[in-house]
């Protein structure tokens, strides 16, 4: 069955980086466009990112363009997520999906708290 | 970007309660409209894709319906199981991706 584990989250302080991560495996990553999709403590779903199936192409929020940048490696069969620029509201959970217009599979998320 | 709403925002019910929430499009999206349920603590689930096409495993108290800018979720009789938040989600227009606020379903 599929299976995705994001790792890479914890506290970091406003400006900081992080590199998040998932780890996925029970299906053939490298057919899958993937995503991923945040929540703020209490609040609503917020998609973040997608990257199509090879990585040639990739789209963001308009909240963090310019300072997330998504990649994957098919060989590993992991998705990425480099965060920049951490601002406090940037404080989610994070979690990879598997895309095809609906988000069919996720991981159990990976909590980045921005906090000086 | 497609804006989504949902009413009500939260609900109390009981078991064997039939349960209605509604998703509404700021445009029409014909039938590109999903829907999950999110327990606390843990990741969203998928529930049903194209309105009304259950995803595999989910049961069939569960029903979906709508196209265009008004769609519904329905549980036909509440299970302990269900009290959880609803959110829906738009992929006519994408990106972005475009999620509902969510519905929380409570005793």
């Known amino acids: 069955q599929v299976h995705l584990v994001e790792s890479g989250g914890g506290l970091v302080k406003p400006g900081g980086s992080l590199r998040l991560s998932c780890a996925a495996s029970g299906f053939t990553f490298s057919d899958y466009y993937m995503s991923w999709i945040r929540q703020a403590p209490g609040k609503g779903l917020e998609w973040v990112s997608y990257?199509?199936?090879?990585?040639?192409?990739?789209y963001y929020a308009d909240s963090v363009k310019g300072r997330f940048t998504i990649s994957r490696d098919n060989a590993k069969k992991t998705l990425y997520l480099r965060v920049t620029s951490l601002r406090a509201e940037d404080t989610a959970v994070y979690y990879c999906?598997?895309?095809?217009?609906?988000?069919?599979?996720w991981g159990q998320g990976t909590l980045v708290t921005v906090s000086s | 970007d497609i804006q989504m709403t949902q009413s009500p925002s939260s609900l109390s019910a009981s078991v064997g309660d039939r349960v209605t929430i509604t998703c509404r499009a700021s445009q029409s999206i014909s039938n590109y409209l999903n829907w999950y349920q999110q327990k606390p603590g843990k990741a969203p689930k998928f529930l049903i894709y194209?309105?009304?096409t259950l995803q595999s495993g989910v049961p069939s108290r569960f029903s979906g319906s709508g196209s265009g800018t008004v769609f519904t979720l329905t549980i036909s009789s509440l299970r302990p199981d269900d009290f959880a938040t609803y959110f829906c989600q738009q992929s006519y227009i994408t990106p972005p991706f475009t999620f509902g606020p969510g519905t929380k379903v409570d005793i």
């Open positions: 999906a598997r895309t095809m217009g609906f988000f069919d599979s």
């Open positions: 194209a309105a009304s």
């Open positions: 990257i199509s199936s090879f990585g040639i192409t990739t």
